[in-house]
Structures are given as C-alpha cells and as structure tokens.
C-alpha cells in the first residue's frame, strides 16, 4: 500500500480491490451486490467487535423499548422510505418518549443541514427538535474545523446553505469547475446531481495531483419506496478503483459521528448513560450496525424497510460476520 504524505494527520493511501471483484453498475444494484461492494471495502472499515452475545429477535421496535434509555435512529430504512413514512413508527417513537427515552436522529445525509432534514421529517408527520438531528455533514464541519486541512477546500454536493468552516477558505466546485487544479483538498457532501463529468473531472485531479479528499457519507444507497438511490460511497469505491488516494469517512460507521452523538444524548438528556444502554438503530449491516458494534454500543437491524427488505437477513449476517444485538421487522 503506497503512502503520500500531505500533512502529518493525513496521509494519502492507495488501495487495490481483488482482482476477481467487480464493482456493480448502476443498473445492477440490488441489496447483495451492495453488500459485496461493501465487503470488498472492510479492510479499510471499523473493525467489528465480537462480543459472543446472543442475538434477540422481535417483532416491532417497540417491543424492545425496555433494553434503553437512548435511542440513536438512521433515517432511510427506519423513519422513512425515501418520501413515505415507515408505517407505525410515530406511535413507537412516541411510547419511546413516553418511557423517558432519549431520542437522536442520526444519518449520513450529508447534502443538506440538520434543519431541513428536521423540516422534511416534520413534513412526514414526524417532530424533531433540531437538536434531536445529527448529520454526517455535521460531523464533517466538525472534524475540519479542528483538523483543518490545507486550503481553499472544495465543496461537492452541497444542496444547503453555505459549507463554511471557521479560517478555511471553503470554494463551491459547482459553481466553477474550473478550479479544480486550484484547491488544496476536498469534501464530497452527496451526490444528488453528480453524474459521470464531475466523476472523471475529480478522479482526473485526483490521480494528477493526490489531495486529501472528505467524504461525509458512506453510505452506497439509501432505500425509497420501490428503489435505491446510489450515495457518495458508490462513486468513491470507482475512484478508489481506478489509482485515487483513499478518502477520509465521516459518517457512519466511523467514528467521528458516533463521539458527536454521544455528547449529543448527554446534552439532551442531562445525565450520562451507560454505553449498554444505548441503541443504534438501522437497516445497513455495514454502516448502522457495524458503527454501533465498533463503538461499543448496542445495536438494532430493522428489516423490512429498509436495505434488506424482501431479502434473507439470515444470509446478509453469515456472509458479513455482522451480528446485530437485536433484530426486528419494524416498529
């Protein structure tokens, strides 16, 4: 594995996938061919912690309520379903907040801020305060302010207000592509509007002139009612394949997000809980559940919603080794 030293707290890496893999086109994406690509990425993913437990299997989310006192919730796969709500998960949400359980949104969306995430929650009929919201973007804001990297920085993906992190000259690429040669690294928020000349005009930069690059969401797809959405991730492992540095991950399952939500639940609920007492809850082995593990927190897979819906659960967990604490269909 080459090195290329930029500063001191990043270094550049190269990563070569198996030669027999193949990364799947767009066109055949499906939940196994995602969790392939996500398998072919752990090398360079947190490491999962077996801790010999036995699995607890449930109907509903609500069923399980008594094991916590806070609850860290994904967003695609457990709220929502692109624009449809999960069906029931108000009502549990609510017997949560009944039983004193702290609760925090906490999702790799990356394009926008926490405040429109909170808007389009609320649109679903869903009530969050904005600080019951963490974002992989959050997590990217924070890490750069306090791991500043050479500047400008140019920003990719942004659909918000302006990305701006304090002394750091922040630079829209979209706006002008043509100063890609010109800033110093990079932060990928998301790629609702990317398509294949913003990926061949950055994997071009990159291989040219290696710099370090950000990406706020790991995450391959994300589940909508009938389809997935294909996510940062999915493009990254195509410049990683083809001789770019690998990124630095701020979302889940690493762990800069997961430090940002532990301070969050302490704030929200004014008391320390105990790590074994808080529950991830998601739909993505490698993302959710493997983040949770890693951390050193209790982890819930919901089903039906989400990544695996329609699949063989069972298969997905002896494939990966990813074994969730708690497993259930919905809420």
Same mark, same amino acid.
């Given at each position: +594995?080459?090195? &290329?030293?930029?500063?001191?707290?990043?270094?550049?890496?190269?990563? /070569?996938?198996?030669? #027999?893999?193949?990364? @799947?086109?767009?066109?055949?994406?499906? $939940?196994e061919s995602v969790v392939d690509l996500y398998e072919n990425m752990r090398p360079f993913f947190p490491y999962f912690q077996d801790n010999s437990q036995t699995t607890i299997a449930a109907p509903k989310l609500e069923d399980i309520l008594d094991n916590f006192d806070a609850l860290l919730l994904d967003a695609f796969g457990v709220l929502n379903s692109g624009s449809a709500l999960v069906p029931g998960i108000i009502a549990t949400l609510d017997k949560a907040r009944e039983k004193g359980i702290t609760l925090l949104v906490v999702t790799n969306g990356a394009s926008n801020n926490s405040f429109i995430k909170r808007d389009q929650l609320s649109a679903l009929g869903l009530e969050f305060s904005q600080d019951e919201?963490? #974002? #992989?973007?959050?997590? $990217?804001?924070?890490?750069?302010? &306090?791991?500043? @990297? !050479?500047?400008?920085?140019?920003? +990719?993906?942004?659909?918000? !207000?302006?990305?701006i992190i304090?002394?750091?000259?922040?630079?829209?690429?979209? /706006?002008?592509?043509?100063?890609?040669?010109?800033? !110093?690294?990079?932060?990928?928020?998301?790629?609702? /509007?990317?398509?294949?000349?913003?990926?061949?005009?950055?994997?071009?930069?990159?291989?040219? !002139?290696?710099?370090?690059?950000?990406? $706020?969401?790991?995450?391959?797809v994300a589940p909508h009612k009938s389809n997935f959405s294909i996510e940062p991730a999915y493009f990254v492992?195509?410049?990683?394949s083809?001789?770019?540095?690998?990124?630095?991950w701020l979302g889940?399952?690493?762990?800069?997000? &997961?430090?940002?939500? +532990?301070?969050?639940?302490?704030?929200?609920?004014?008391?320390?809980?105990?790590? #074994?007492?808080?529950? +991830?809850?998601?739909?993505?082995?490698h993302t959710d559940i493997l983040g949770a593990n890693s951390f050193g927190i209790k982890s819930v897979l919901m089903t039906k919603h989400g990544l695996f819906r329609d699949?063989?659960? $069972?298969?997905?967990i002896k494939k990966t080794g990813i074994i969730p604490d708690f497993i259930i269909e919905g809420p």
């Open positions: +594995m080459d090195n &290329y030293l930029v500063k001191p707290e990043f270094i550049l890496e190269k990563f /070569q996938f198996k030669e #027999s893999f193949k990364i @799947p086109s767009i066109k055949d994406i499906n $939940a919201i963490i #974002s #992989s973007r959050e997590a $990217a804001e924070i890490f750069l302010t &306090y791991n500043k @990297p !050479n500047g400008p920085l140019g920003v +990719m993906g942004n659909m918000g !207000n302006d990305f304090p002394d750091l000259d922040c630079v829209e690429l979209e /706006q002008d592509f043509s100063i890609f040669e010109e800033v !110093n690294s990079f932060v990928l928020l998301g790629t609702i /509007q990317w398509d294949t000349v913003w990926q061949d005009i950055l994997c071009d930069s990159l291989k040219n !002139n290696p710099r370090p690059l950000f990406v $706020a969401n790991p995450d391959i492992s195509h410049l990683i083809n001789g770019v540095n690998l990124p630095f889940k399952p690493f762990p800069t997000i &997961y430090e940002l939500a +532990m301070n969050r639940i302490t704030e929200l609920s004014g008391r320390h809980i105990p790590l #074994s007492r808080i529950g +991830m809850v998601g739909d993505t082995l699949e063989n659960v $069972a298969k997905m």
